[in-house]
T-cell receptor, first 111, second 112 residues
């Protein structure tokens, strides 16, 4: 059974204070690891897909990296508008074929 | 493309009533997923379809839940009879060939 664990559960940063969110996973044959951003009252918004260890993706202040056991979402010089819940999910193609999500990291950026 | 469309956005009903949630996936996406999100359990997969055919419904809580996809552009999730513990946000998502899933805005269901 696929498992995804995200840490920390919540993170409060000052504007401009860089940090990283962790996503540890256990899957039988990774087809993809996904990062989503979810704002209150909205559906998860797709950010990145990582397919293999060593891969990196960047978008504005966000950078996602992947190893064989975990992924990191690095946030550089964050702004208040980066405040959201960040969800990590894996897709293995086995079993239910749906995404297996972590519980998310609730990120707050204080001005 | 307008993205994944869900309706209604909010539904308040009394215990025992039938509830129907609707979803229009992104055109061209062959897979459609129904998820449920609660504070306690996070996002959970309920059922998914491939080319309108249900593939795995092992996540459906019990027989009170049913889902259909009569064509490539429409799916429904029905709860009959509804119970207070069904209160949650229900998301529909469709997937492209890169395994990337795009979510709708969700339906917030409250059963009193």
């Amino acid at each position: 059974e696929d498992q995804v664990t995200q840490s920390p559960e919540a993170l409060r940063l000052q504007e401009g204070e860089s940090s990283s969110l962790n996503c540890s996973y256990t899957v039988s044959g990774l087809r993809g690891l996904f990062w989503y951003r979810q704002d209150p009252g909205k559906g998860p918004e797709f950010l990145f897909t990582l397919y293999s260890a060593g891969e990196e993706k960047e978008k504005e202040r966000l950078k996602a990296t992947l190893t064989k056991k975990e992924s990191f979402l690095h946030i550089t010089a964050p702004k208040p508008e980066d405040s959201a819940t960040y969800l990590c999910a894996v897709y293995s193609g086995g079993g239910a074929d749906g995404l297996t999500f972590g519980k998310g990291t609730h990120l707050i950026i204080q001005p | 493309d307008a993205g994944v469309i869900q309706s209604p956005r909010h539904e308040v009903t009394e215990m025992g009533q039938e509830v129907t949630l609707r979803c229009k996936p992104i055109s061209g996406h062959d897979y459609l997923f129904w998820y449920r999100q609660t504070m306690m359990r996070g996002l959970e997969l309920l059922i998914y379809f491939n080319n309108n055919v249900p593939i795995d419904d092992s996540g459906m809580p019990e027989d009170r839940f049913s889902a259909k996809m009569p064509n490539a552009s429409f799916s429904t999730l029905k709860i009959q009879p509804s119970e207070p513990r069904d209160s949650a946000v229900y998301f529909c998502a469709s997937m492209d060939s890169h395994y990337e899933q795009y979510f709708g805005p969700g339906t917030r269901l409250t059963v009193t």
